[in-house]
């Protein structure tokens, strides 16, 4: 990675994406650009010292890193200002009290990581950044074509932090996919093998009778310690455990675990 995008606002909303991006900027030496969407109410100079002296001391000196203020309405501004700067990651905060990211719940989170069109970290006000090595990923198993995709990118996000992948699967997951989601694990643990980057696998019995796999998934990355849960951004709605409903839970999960989502192609 060379570039992470952070969006951030001056509220203690804006702190936990920081702190994850500070933390992937010092695995991989990565530029942080942190992004303002102004409200038009100051002028642009001002916000982005503003901005600048905000990211310096959340970030301290040794973190290249600068500012980039946008225009205009959250949902629409922030996909065209992201597609300028062309970021390798985009790192957000979720579930806002004030400021800008206070609309970045359920379905508004979800718009926003399937328009932008790059891989984003999605974090909690009450995500907990561990300090500690190596990065340890729980890639989620799925039976569609978008697996491609996300095996792809959680492989670069990985090789470029030197992060564990874990693929993730759930026994009776859709029925009659278990084939395909076995042949997707197989291609997997080749793939990365050939990047380079460790790889195992876990299959866990069902324990919860609710509708989706997203709360079992978030509660099995939270017991052992997870960094990242990799999914995609597409959602099935034949199917509750890839629809709308589990991903919203997925992103906005309570327990503060931060979401890698990746890009259906």
């Avoid at 993730?168 to 990047?195: F, P, Q, R």
């Amino acid at each position: 990675m060379k570039k992470i995008a952070v969006l951030v606002d001056f509220t203690r909303s804006g702190k936990p994406a920081m702190m994850m991006a500070k933390r992937l900027s010092e695995i991989s030496g990565a530029e942080i650009i942190a992004v303002n969407i102004s409200d038009g109410q100051h002028n642009d100079e001002v916000l982005k010292h503003q901005l600048d002296e905000y990211t310096s001391a959340m970030l301290g000196q040794k973190i290249t890193s600068h500012a980039v203020i946008g225009h205009g309405r959250l949902l629409s501004s922030i996909p065209q200002l992201l597609s300028e700067i062309n970021p390798d990651l985009v790192v957000i905060c979720t579930h806002g009290i004030r400021g800008v990211i206070q609309t970045l719940f359920g379905a508004t989170i979800l718009k926003l990581v399937q328009e932008i069109h790059y891989p984003s970290v999605v974090v909690q006000e009450n995500t907990v950044v561990r300090n500690v090595l190596p990065v340890n990923i729980l890639l989620t198993a799925s039976p569609y074509e978008s697996f491609y995709a996300k095996m792809k990118y959680c492989g670069t996000i990985a090789k470029s932090i030197d992060a564990n992948v874990v693929h993730y699967e759930m026994e009776k997951y859709l029925g009659d996919t278990e084939e395909v989601i076995a042949k997707h694990s197989k291609e997997a643990e080749a793939y990365y093998s050939e990047i380079q980057v460790k790889f195992s696998t876990v299959n866990e019995e069902r324990k919860l009778m609710s509708l989706g796999f997203a709360q079992q998934t978030i509660n099995y990355a939270y017991n052992h310690g997870y960094d990242l849960v990799c999914v995609s951004a597409d959602t099935h709605q034949e199917q509750m455990a890839m629809g709308k409903a589990d991903k919203e839970k997925m992103l906005c999960n309570d327990e503060g675990v931060a979401i890698l989502v990746c890009p259906d192609k």
